[in-house]
Nanobody
């Protein structure tokens, strides 16, 4: 099992910035990738950004490219999401997720952190 704990959400004005953190613990040696997803009320869950643990390749959803940056701290087994130029449409609950080697999907999920962007 892998436990994920997010932090850093909050209320920010449009154009502002926030930084989300996600700390992983437990059986993390099998981690293949970690990422961020979000879900707004009435909408489907959306991929935001991902980090392949081996090799360090990053991936971004089209709606956040150029504004959000995902990074990691290997020693802390943590990932971060720096969100700049926030828009009202970025308002959502943001979830950290972890995918194991050999798994087809992200299996472990954090509890989520609310990000609200006021216009």
């Amino acid at each position: 099992q892998v436990q994920l704990v997010e932090s850093g959400g909050g209320l920010v004005q449009a154009g502002g910035s926030l930084r989300l953190s996600c700390a992983a613990s437990g059986r993390t040696l099998s981690t293949y990738a970690m990422g961020w997803f979000r879900q707004a009320p009435g909408k489907e869950r959306e991929f935001v950004a991902g980090f392949r643990w081996v090799g360090g390749r990053t991936y971004y959803g089209d709606s956040v490219k150029g504004r959000f940056t995902i990074s990691r701290d290997n020693a802390k087994m943590a990932i971060y999401l720096q969100m700049n130029s926030l828009k009202s449409e970025d308002t959502a609950v943001y979830y950290c997720a972890s995918r194991e080697v050999g798994a087809q999907d992200y299996r472990y999920w954090g509890q989520g952190t609310q990000v609200t962007v006021s216009s």
